[in-house]
C-alpha cells in the first residue's frame, strides 16, 4: 500500500480555481502530480454523471472547487454544486463508495498558495483511504 498512488479527478472553476491553479504553477509551488484536471466554466455545471463515471472508470478521488460562496461569476453555481455534492454523497455510499472520496472546496483565483496545500491534503486523505474498491463492486 505504500507505492499507491492515487489518481484524481478534478473539476476546477475557470474563473477561480484553474486560476489559483495557474498562479500556483507560475509561482514555482509543488503539489501532487496525480491531480488530473477538468477545466469547467463553474462548478455549477459539473452534472453529477461526470462524478460517478469519474469513479467507475477508477479514479480514487474526486475534487470539485470552485469560487468561494458569494463571488461566483454566474451568481449561484457554487450554492448549486455545494447542494449536488451533499446529495452525491449520500447516494455513492449507497452504491458503495466512501464519501470522503468526493471534496468541494473554494479557492479563489489569487490563492495559489492554498490551492497547493488543498491539492497535497486531498491526495493525503485519498491515499490513506486506499485505492478504490468500489469500482469493483460496480462493474459486473
Known amino acids: 500500500m505504500n507505492d499507491f498512488e492515487p489518481t484524481i479527478v478534478a473539476f476546477f ?7 489559483a491553479a495557474d ?8 503539489y501532487p502530480s496525480n ?21 467507475l472508470e477508477g479514479a480514487d478521488g474526486v475534487l470539485i472547487s470552485g469560487c468561494n460562496p458569494g463571488d461566483c461569476h454566474y451568481i449561484n453555481g457554487n450554492f448549486k454544486a455545494r447542494r449536488r455534492i451533499k446529495l452525491l454523497k449520500e447516494i455513492l455510499a449507497q452504491f458503495g463508495f466512501q464519501p470522503e472520496r468526493l471534496r468541494l472546496t473554494w479557492i479563489g483565483a489569487s490563492d495559489g498558495i492554498r ?12 491515499k490513506s483511504l486506499g485505492p478504490n474498491e468500489g469500482r469493483l463492486k460496480m462493474v459486473i
Open 23 to 30: 498562479l500556483a504553477g507560475t509561482s514555482r509551488l509543488s
Open 115 to 126: 490551492f497547493a496545500e488543498i491539492m497535497r491534503e486531498m491526495t493525503a486523505q485519498i
Open 13 to 19: 472553476c475557470n474563473w477561480c480555481t484553474y486560476t
Open 35 to 55: 491531480i488530473k484536471i477538468v477545466r469547467v466554466m463553474c462548478t455549477g455545471m459539473v452534472d453529477p454523471k461526470y462524478v460517478i463515471k469519474s469513479f
